[in-house]
């Protein structure tokens, strides 16, 4: 198939065109084809390597064929169809577990004997074998008696528990697993399923001649993100209501971002549900770096939200295909602590640079469902439009400012800004606007008062000042000093701002009766229905009586500056050094009654601070 | 790390559909240079015969990336609220 490896190799090389298309947010079919020849590439790199360091391992495999029968296995598998192989080897499990199985080798430790990790490649043998049907006899890893076949299926022993090893034949396509005396047959048709065997299910959506095929996996082991996971079969029930989820999802796609839906049509594999988590309150989804083709999505509320999930993860997607082939930044580096609009923590650079990429897709969703939709759904999707738009924007600054940025990074970068540029001059209502610079105003200031910390000298210098009487001392260095990761913060005012614009008949009854918010949404406050509902100076009553009750409620003192600037009546302080103010007030209330915080800030603000971090 | 803290309620901007849009050339795109050349060795036509028997060198380069990618591996996903994901 190929040339004699003494000769001279060929490199991916990935043409500017493509790049731009990517930092412009699509990805022609053949992009994304293009990045999928990478990841091809980088799997096999990685395979090579996991199979040279288990050929120095004597008991890599345990009793499972030796390392010398995989690669003749796989060979043998190749000459019969290459493309089968290759399209189980690209299945996005294995590039999970292919990082782990490294990760293995390179010394992390696992509760389990490393042939248990390893033996997984045999499974995927057999699985391209039996789709090939070309003849094979090996053995494959059974956990707790579920025997995985990836793109396949499983096979399920009852009676078993903990790790054991199971015989396999496949001949023309008929496959037999034998665990002691019990025998699993794989069913002609395996998508379905009988009482020993699980078929993994795919689901395929049409719409304006545009075609998603994408597995829905609740067996595979590597469909985390990260360590392996048991089985968790779906209902029909549930599998109904996914698949009619996917078919709205990708009818939308195609209607309203076509283009987009073409370049997803070409590189979405799978969709691994996710349990829902009772701690949150929408739909989450994630994605890994080394399955391509992958999204983990929570089930969702309705097919708007999974095509959201669905472009969210598709960006991180497409990025991380490329920065298998090219760096976009230094990525040695992780040091960096950096604001990003959709995190309470701090973010390193690459974390940055994947939010951004997300955020851009989601805003320009938004902005296609704003121009397509009239009424209710038009109102929602300004507001997210709004929303994501404004959040880039501040973070596209962050990230553009950063000299850790290749070449192609800084043109990744500038494609990005462009592209931004183009969704700036967009129209949106007041209100929405209104709303989306209040959200993210204010998620700023909390995450400011979460994570920096001004220098205690002069915490102690400008409480001294106000006690006698002196003008307030110059500002001194911001720390970065993240509260504890399990310190969660709940962002209300955000959902608030959602319901007020989903479901009006919803808030109106909080509005009406601020104790029925308070009893079912934990941190919530009458003064944050206040401000969502267009009356801050009310809420700055509010919130000046919550921070004297509570001093070290950041919500309230974040809330106290929104609101300000929303009544007319802006203390920038309040927003860009929450955490300053804060600091000061907190000094002061250890010895005397603490000062009126609105009265604190002008106080502070008028030593004309420099916004030093 | 200071944004646009501007309080603005109203945008006096044109209305425009981005959907009808054209896209705009880049500004700072280099159109003499086609192709940016990796390091990752293009195996999508070589053979796992062929594969085993490459010298380790010619892996080296993307490999050592690769390495360090596995080591700190990428996972998109959130911190415990919603909506705040990278």
């Known amino acids: 198939m190929s040339a004699d490896p003494s000769g001279p190799a060929t490199f991916h090389r990935v043409p500017v065109s493509c790049i731009d298309e990517l930092s412009d947010g699509l990805g022609e079919p053949e992009t994304i084809r293009l990045l999928l020849a990478g990841e091809y590439s980088r799997r096999m790199v990685l395979l090579r390597y996991l199979l040279k360091a288990c050929s120095a391992r004597p008991r890599a495999f345990g009793e499972l064929p030796s390392v010398d029968a995989v690669w003749r296995d796989l060979a043998a598998v190749e000459r019969a169809s290459a493309s089968t192989l290759a399209e189980v080897l690209m299945y996005p499990p294995v590039g999970v577990w292919l990082a782990g199985a490294v990760r293995h080798v390179l010394g992390e430790r696992t509760a389990d004997p490393p042939w248990t990790t390893f033996g997984y490649l045999h499974a995927v043998i057999l699985a391209a074998a039996a789709r090939a049907h070309v003849a094979l006899r090996t053995s494959i890893p059974v956990h707790d008696g579920v025997a995985i076949l990836p793109t396949l299926g499983a096979a399920r022993f009852a009676g078993h528990c903990g790790w054991a090893v199971a015989d396999a034949v496949t001949t023309l396509g008929h496959t037999v697993l034998r665990l002691g005396d019990a025998t699993v047959v794989v069913p002609v048709d395996p998508t379905g399923d009988t009482a020993d065997w699980w078929g993994l299910r795919q689901v395929t959506a049409t719409s304006e001649g545009r075609t998603l095929r994408v597995w829905l996996d609740d067996i595979d082991p590597y469909r985390n993100v990260a360590d392996p996971v048991p089985p968790a079969r779906l209902d029909p029930g549930v599998v109904e209501a996914w698949t009619e989820a996917i078919h709205g999802a990708w009818r939308q796609l195609c209607g309203q971002w076509p283009e987009y839906a073409d370049s997803m049509s070409a590189g979405m594999r799978s969709i691994t549900p996710l349990p829902v988590d009772p701690e949150r309150d929408a739909a989450h989804s994630a994605s890994s770096g080394d399955a391509f083709g992958a999204a983990l999505i929570s089930q969702p509320a309705h097919s708007t939200a999974l095509a959201v999930a669905l472009v969210h993860e598709f960006q991180h997607i497409k990025l991380g295909g490329l920065l298998h082939l090219a760096a976009l930044h230094d990525e040695t580096d992780v040091s960096d602590q950096l604001y990003a609009p959709w995190r309470d923590d701090p973010r390193p650079l690459s974390g940055l640079f994947q939010g951004v990429y997300a955020f851009m897709g989601i805003a320009e969703f938004w902005c296609r469902r704003a121009a397509a939709t009239s009424a209710h759904h038009h109102v929602i999707a300004e507001f997210e439009f709004a929303y994501a738009r404004r959040q880039t924007g501040e973070a596209l600054r962050t990230l553009a400012s950063s000299p850790r940025l290749t070449a192609l990074g800084r043109r990744f970068v500038d494609g990005l800004r462009a592209w931004r540029r183009r969704l700036r001059s967009v129209e949106v209502s007041a209100d929405a606007e209104r709303a989306a610079w209040t959200a993210a105003a204010d998620h700023r200031a909390v995450w400011r008062l979460r994570n920096l910390r001004p220098e205690q000298g002069w915490v102690a210098a400008a409480a001294d000042a106000w006690r006698f009487g002196g003008p307030p001392p110059s500002t001194g260095r911001d720390l970065l000093d993240p509260v504890s990761a399990d310190q969660l913060w709940r962002y209300v005012r955000e959902l608030l701002h959602r319901t007020r614009i989903i479901a009006p008949a919803r808030f109106a009854r909080w509005v009406a009766e601020p104790d029925d918010l308070t009893r079912r949404i934990r941190d919530a406050s009458a003064a944050d229905v206040a401000l969502v509902d267009g009356r801050p100076a009310e809420a700055v009553i509010g919130y000046v009586n919550e921070i004297a009750r509570s001093p070290g409620n950041f919500a309230a003192w974040a809330g106290l500056g929104v609101s300000l600037a929303a009544a007319g009546r802006p203390r920038w302080l309040l927003l860009r050094r929450p955490h300053a103010v804060h600091a000061v007030y907190r000094r002061l209330a250890e010895t005397e009654k603490p000062p009126d915080p609105v009265r604190l800030a002008d106080w502070l603000a008028s030593a004309d601070i420099a916004i030093v971090h | ?86």
């Open chain 2, 1 to 86: 790390m200071v944004g646009d803290l501007d309080y603005r309620p109203e945008f006096p901007v044109d209305r425009r559909r981005i959907v009808d849009r054209p896209r705009e050339r880049k500004p700072n795109v280099d159109h003499s240079a086609e192709d940016v050349r990796t390091n990752l060795v293009d195996l999508t036509e070589t053979s796992f015969e062929d594969l085993r028997g490459y010298d380790d060198a010619i892996f080296e380069p993307s490999l050592i990336r690769f390495l360090r990618q596995v080591e700190r591996p990428r996972a998109n996903v959130g911190s415990g609220q919603p909506d705040r994901i990278d």
